[in-house]
């Protein structure tokens, strides 16, 4: 109940203990790695289920399923052979054909979902399934559609990853890939980000880097390009907001520079310029090397003619602002704790403004023509590839506002996971979103009231505290983090630092520094285009600039400020583009793959205690127990029988509720003695819906493909002789 009375490394040593003394009897070799982990003889208990997994893995088999749920250890290795990846691949391309067939039979959308801490290979899985996807659509890889999804890909992946604690290549961004599709084809791929980690840009935790591109960019550029974009006066320990305790050792610097040489070839697939966004990403950087004190600094002019602006057009955006007295508007130098909060904010801004640029760019690439009878909004049905950020616990170090929404987004889909998967809304996450998101209470509405009312992390700790005093889920850290608090989440305890909570909230940028971005005086149309619709709103009026602040994130002509600030915070915005995201998921049906790290290094090891913790997060007992024993599918009569039908056509003049059980009676009557004798198979017919077990599922779809794969050959003779 209390980890942290326990030391760490006996808390490890206690769990290896009593994982590797279980007394469970081996299962013969028929048993001892079964395929799906519903057909496990014996009890089904977490030592047991440890056991199959930790021998599989022994035996080069890193994915199983629970029924129609995949779970997968670990991502391929730098030690994964060319086999064991093609097995892996394998394991997905079975799911997604069934996601496929799901989506051309029922004409219903589908959406998979990998779930996992951060490093567990969800990412990779994505990647995998999205290129499967294409191939079984038909696209090889000389097609326009492989070759621009390819090429977005290799763009946006080091620009929205970074090394973390635990995996060189985190993704930073939350992107929903929606595939549209029409009777089995597939007509466009579409990226939706969801929530994205900017402030990684300035801010991160130790040992740990800051975004992959910057590093790909200092071992790939030329020297010549290092001139161009005043680069070449500085190596990575003198810039400020590169890490230095990053070490590289050569072959992660040869591995950088072939990256850099694929980002660039893809950006010009793409058809964008590769000068304007090295000028973004060389100006992002460069400003963290700026002073307070710019009349000595060179890094001032530097910046400023990556931008395409003025140096004093530059200062009087950065330095100064204008505000109202009485009417009145007067122009101030800003104190330096508000210029480092300008200075932070036009970096994050420009960077974060260009990847969602990228973003649009790809989406509004056609590279086919769409038939006039599919042109359709929104389209018919989708298959959708969700990469969403893993969860991470942290003991040693307070985390940002940033990390808290991404375990928040995090904690949403093991909610849905839990409810789609074994039928039950686990409390403890439930008590973890509300404390963070409630409407009334929580973390996010006291951050907003602050927020408005320009509060302090001060006062929002003691408001937030005094609110849930009595809540089991807060606990104060050590002496070392007197100024933080922490919650106790479901995958495991955080400590936060709400130094920096309202004003990463806030996310506000100045019409001074905007105004700089305006065609009269920036000469880079690509630095403008970022900012079109604040500079539109903000010159639809005669005097410019004036006292009114807009989003640092981008934000479309409807959410701009009516105002002097922005309606709308990073929390508010984060809340709703989630609800919308689960809402798009609950409209279709989900598929999971349980990801599961095997370690914190890059090996082949299997390490219990770590693997353990993740079981019990990802609730891998109850959802054995749930596929094996309980009736986990609920369908539609009319679907059910739509379905199920070829297998034993019933006569016609019948109501649906008799249709259905003469159906089952048939399909119980073709059963042998030995058809999937070791799982559960049943079925319970109720007066809207048909409920079934995972053993009943699989029997009725082997059986429906061995009727179709007949029929086929029926046709396929039938057509021969004809000829």
Excluded at 115 to 122: E, F, R, S, Y
């Amino acid at each position: 109940q209390n980890m942290n009375a326990i030391p760490e490394d006996e808390f490890k040593y206690s769990l290896e203990k009593l994982y590797s003394s279980a007394t469970t009897v081996s299962p013969s070799k028929e048993e001892a790695n079964p395929d799906d982990l519903i057909y496990m003889k014996g009890p089904c208990t977490e030592a047991s289920i440890i056991n199959v997994l930790r021998s599989r893995f022994t035996k080069n088999l890193f994915q199983t399923w629970i029924g129609p749920v995949l779970v997968q250890i670990g991502p391929p290795t730098s030690q994964t052979t060319d086999s064991n990846l093609g097995t892996r691949e394998n394991y997905l391309d079975t799911l997604l054909k069934t996601v496929l067939e799901n989506n051309c039979t029922m004409n219903k959308s589908q959406t998979v979902i990998p779930l996992g801490m951060a490093g567990a290979g969800k990412t990779w899985s994505c990647l995998v399934m999205l290129r499967r996807l294409l191939r079984k659509c038909g696209y090889d890889e000389q097609t326009d559609m492989v070759k621009h999804v390819e090429a977005a890909g290799d763009v946006i992946r080091p620009m929205v990853t970074a090394r973390v604690r635990g995996s060189k290549v985190s993704s930073r961004m939350a992107i929903f890939t929606e595939c549209q599709m029409s009777q089995g084809s597939l007509l466009r791929v579409k990226l939706h980000p969801v929530f994205m980690e900017k402030n990684r840009l300035f801010r991160r935790g130790e040992s740990e880097g800051n975004f992959n591109i910057f590093h790909q960019m200092f071992a790939g550029m030329t020297n010549s390009e290092l001139a161009e974009f005043h680069l070449s006066e500085y190596s990575v320990q003198d810039l400020k907001w590169m890490p230095h305790t990053h070490d590289a050792d050569d072959q992660t610097e040869l591995e950088n520079k072939t990256s850099f040489g694929e980002w660039k070839r893809s950006l010009a697939k793409l058809g964008i310029p590769l000068s304007d966004i090295l000028r973004v990403l060389a100006a992002a950087l460069l400003v963290g090397n700026m002073e307070y004190d710019w009349r000595s600094d060179p890094s001032v002019g530097r910046v400023a003619k990556l931008l395409g602006v003025e140096q004093e057009c530059l200062v009087g955006g950065l330095w100064r602002r204008t505000q109202s007295i009485r009417g009145t508007l007067v122009t101030r130098d800003l104190e330096e704790k508000e210029w480092e909060m300008a200075r932070t904010g036009l970096a994050s801004s420009l960077y974060m403004r260009t990847v969602y640029m990228i973003i649009r760019r790809v989406n509004s690439h056609h590279v086919s023509p769409v038939p006039d009878c599919e042109k359709t909004f929104p389209p018919p049905s989708f298959i959708g590839i969700l990469d969403m950020f893993g969860w991470q616990s942290s003991l040693q170090s307070a985390c940002s506002m940033e990390q808290l929404c991404m375990n928040l987004c995090s904690e949403h889909l093991l909610q849905l996971y839990n409810t789609s998967t074994i039928s039950s809304d686990c409390s403890d996450i439930a008590a973890d979103i509300h404390l963070v998101s409630s409407a009334e209470s929580g973390l996010f509405q006291c951050l907003d009231r602050e927020t408005h009312r320009r509060g302090d992390s001060l006062s929002l700790v003691n408001t937030f505290h005094s609110i849930h005093r009595t809540n089991q889920k807060l606990f104060k850290p050590d002496t070392n983090y007197s100024s933080c608090f922490g919650i106790k989440h479901y995958m495991g305890p955080v400590i936060y630092d709400p130094s920096h909570f309202i004003d990463s909230n806030r996310d506000t940028m100045s019409a001074d520094l905007i105004s700089i971005f305006h065609k009269t005086s920036c000469n880079s149309g690509f630095i403008s285009h970022l900012y079109q619709h604040e500079l539109k709103h903000l010159y639809s009026e005669p005097t410019v600039p004036r006292v009114v602040a807009y989003r640092l994130s981008p934000t479309s002509y409807l959410e701009l400020p009516s105002g002097d600030n922005p309606e709308t915070t990073l929390s508010h915005s984060l809340n709703t583009k989630l609800n919308n995201l689960l809402k798009t998921i609950r409209s279709s049906q989900p598929h999971f793959v349980l990801c599961i790290k095997p370690n914190q290094k890059d090996n082949a090891q299997f390490d219990q205690p770590l693997i353990v913790s993740q079981f019990r997060t990802l609730n891998i007992l109850e959802a054995c127990h749930m596929m094996a024993d309980g009736l986990p599918h609920k369908m539609k009569m009319t679907t059910f029988y739509a379905l199920y039908r070829t297998v034993n056509r019933v006569s016609k003049s019948m109501d649906m509720v008799t249709k259905c059980k003469r159906l089952i009676v048939k399909i119980k009557e073709g059963m042998d003695d030995n058809s999937l004798s070791s799982a559960n198979i049943e079925w319970v017919v109720g007066k809207t819906h048909v409920s079934f077990s995972e053993g009943a599922r699989q029997m009725m779809e082997r059986k429906r493909n061995w009727t179709r794969e007949m029929a086929a050959r029926r046709i396929q003779r039938w057509w021969g002789l004809r000829r």
